[in-house]
């Protein structure tokens, strides 16, 4: 069971490209999430969602979008980069949405916008 | 508004020391606490997780966590680490539809 599959590894970006990151993940889980992880400000939630065909906004969604068009899938979406959203992302989910369920996370992406 | 805090950027404990690492959290209901590890250049990993009843909780990798609501803390503790956990750790608490995270503390051995 491969869990969480996150791609690319890395990637860096020229400033107003748009860059997508995607997230498949294989355990069946309702809720997905992403992360962004920055050095002394742990992980902020960018978006999430419950289930398959809905989505939510979380901390720090401005800049960001996503779709959950089914189950294994959650890609996040850079319209247009700026530096300020280089950081290591993280795709994340849970069996369910709610507050006691632990979430499963993927290796990361590390996103370089100069 | 809910917060979680850990006051130690990092932390050095030999090898074979015991380990204490530090969580306070703000929330307004009861709370739904975890720690996580993060290994260099890998995801997260659930090490333990408190939603009620006996407020030492067992995780997994010989770490114990215990929650004291007058304290509102959740610290993590090892009887005697090993060079393998040097890592990140994590704390959060649980509200609704997200986990809220601290700003994490790195753990250092020396050999």
């Known amino acids: 069971i491969a869990g969480i599959t996150q791609a690319p590894t890395s990637q860096i970006l020229a400033a107003g490209r748009r860059m997508t990151l995607r997230c498949t993940q294989d355990?069946?889980?309702?809720?997905m999430y992403w992360y962004r992880q920055d050095l002394g400000l742990g992980l902020r939630l960018i978006h999430y969602s419950n289930t398959a065909g809905t989505t939510g906004k979380g901390e720090v969604p401005d800049g960001y979008s996503v779709s959950r068009a089914n189950t294994d899938d959650f890609p996040l979406t850079l319209a247009s980069a700026v530096p300020s959203q280089t950081s290591v992302y993280f795709c994340?989910?849970?069996?369910?949405?709610?507050?006691?369920?632990?979430?499963?996370f993927g290796p990361g992406t590390r996103l370089t916008v100069l | 508004a809910q917060s979680v805090t850990q006051p130690d950027i990092h932390i050095t404990v030999s090898e074979g020391a015991s380990l204490e690492l530090r969580c306070n959290y703000s929330?307004?209901?009861?709370?739904?606490l975890f720690w996580y590890v993060q290994s260099p250049g890998q995801g997260l990993q659930l090490l333990l997780k408190y939603f009620s009843g006996d407020t030492l909780v067992q995780g997994i990798k010989g770490f114990e966590a215990e929650f004291k609501r007058s304290q509102s803390s959740f610290n993590l503790r090892k009887p005697s680490v090993h060079w393998s956990d040097a890592a990140e750790y994590f704390c959060?608490?649980?509200?609704?539809?997200?986990?809220?995270w601290g700003a994490g503390t790195k753990l250092i051995i020396k050999p």
């Open positions: 929330y307004g209901a009861t709370p739904y």
């Open positions: 355990m069946r889980h309702n809720a």
């Open positions: 994340a989910s849970s069996e369910a949405s709610g507050r006691t369920d632990t979430q499963y």
């Open positions: 959060a608490v649980g509200s609704n539809y997200q986990l809220f």
